[in-house]
């Protein structure tokens, strides 16, 4: 595997394959931030194009004091926020999971079974609607950690926050989280034992 | 260690960032508190409730072409060697916020407006009556459950009427019939919420508080179609969950028909 810093010294000089072989190791991670940060699909897709040309744009900022991937975070975040603060307006996840195929009608009681299936993609909208409605930063920082795994320190470097700032926005955004899906709890069919 | 001092740590137990010595001290402290290891416990659930979320992600072909369209973007140029943003900006700029704060705050705002001025408009009892829940033959608790499943199927296809149509019109039926309908149910909550007094019947009390601030708005709209006071009712069922759970509370009723018919059955085979 050639090393990442050649990979970005190569393409600071102009080597397109070179930035070709970043954007292809990265790609995933950076679309996976995209969409946990709007909670949408599509826009993640276009997010996170936009993220590499953002990157290729001001490669010369790098300076290689950050993780390439700490900076990519970085770059993600402004991205999403960006769009995030454009759409402000849009609550997330309009009216996609409203539709017949993940709430289909509901037979009268005792002819059917709950569909596991369905119940989960409900669960899951629930969940992206839950993150939805934390603020920037505790969305941020939580996505950051639960889904991504970054340590704490990376993410206040990506965020540009202090290490106590993340550790307080990591404890609010689970506090909030377990209240708006309390709902779920004392549910036997629903109970995830860990 | 205090409570207190435990349970700042929290976040950092369950996702690493303690110093081993203060997770020794937190967890012996867990061990013997029986409130902070119930909070703790909850916490941990919820972390684990958010493994379950599934991404929708993009198949090969999507992969397959991401390259060229990055490349078309950025054609033959070189990278900027004057970065023109060697900081990048501020990751977190107050006006985004501030306007997510204050949307949200005018909708509730608008909600409790709503809720004030309907006082006067509320449905007569006889009005009420007009619709009345079916299954009025059966016990107390299977009444009420039955007009528990009623008011929620109604108030679901009501909203699932609405926020799947650009406007009221249409197969719905006009503005004023919503409106009336929203009027008969947020009348039956009242009478539902006062009966729904068990502890395991919390949740359901909290979905019903949460639709009569949607159907309170909606029970007030005098607007032309797509103006922002249908978007607000729309945005407030999005805002909610509501018809999410709506959803979930149809299955844990069915689910506790499920097991009572369950345990009838059983019952009976001991005779
Ligand atoms: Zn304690």
Redesign the interface.
Known sequence: MTDEKELIHR????D?AA??AL??RS?LHV??LA??MTGN?HDA?DLS?DV??KA??????FRGDAKWSTWLY??T??AC?DH??AA??K?M???E???DEI?PS?AH??E???DRAA??R????????ALG?L???ER?VFTL??YHDL??KEIASA??ITEGSV?SY??RA??H??ED?S??????????A? | MTHEECQ?R???L????LEPDDAAVCREHLRGCDGCAKAFA?????????????????GEA??AS??S???S??GST????????????????L???W??GA?AILLVGFGIYLGRNILGTAPSPAEVALQPPTALHTSGEDSLAART?SYL?RSKVLL?GI??QDDLQGTFGSVERQRRISRQLIGEAHVLSAALKQP?QQ?VR??IADLQIILLQLANIEVEPGTPAIELVK?GV??K?I???I??E??????R??ST?AAADTARTHL
């Open positions: 393409a600071q000089s102009g397109t930035f070709r954007v292809e790609r679309f996976r969409y946990d699909r897709e194009q590499f040309v290729y744009r001001s490669l010369h900022a970085r770059i975040m402004n926020l995030r603060g402000s307006r609550p996840n309009t009216h999971p409203l539709n709430l509901q009681a005792g059917v079974t709950p119940e989960s409900i669960l899951g909208r629930h969940i992206d609607a409605r603020s920037n930063r941020a950690r639960h340590p704490l965020l540009e550790k990591l404890f689970l506090a989280l377990q899906l709902f779920y709890r004392n549910d036997p069919g629903m109970e995830h860990s | 700042d929290f976040a950092e369950l996702y690493g960032g909850a916490l941990e659930s919820t972390r684990s409730l958010m493994d379950r979320r599934v991404r929708d992600e993009p999507y992969w991401y390259w369209r990055i490349e973007r950025i070189a990278p900027k060697s004057e970065a023109a943003s060697r900081r990048p900006t501020p990751i977190f700029r006006p985004s916020a306007l997510a949307a499943a199927e699932q926020v799947n395991d949740q909290e979905l945005q999005d805002h969950s018809l999410l759970k959803r979930v149809e299955l844990r009723a069915l689910s028909r499920t018919q």
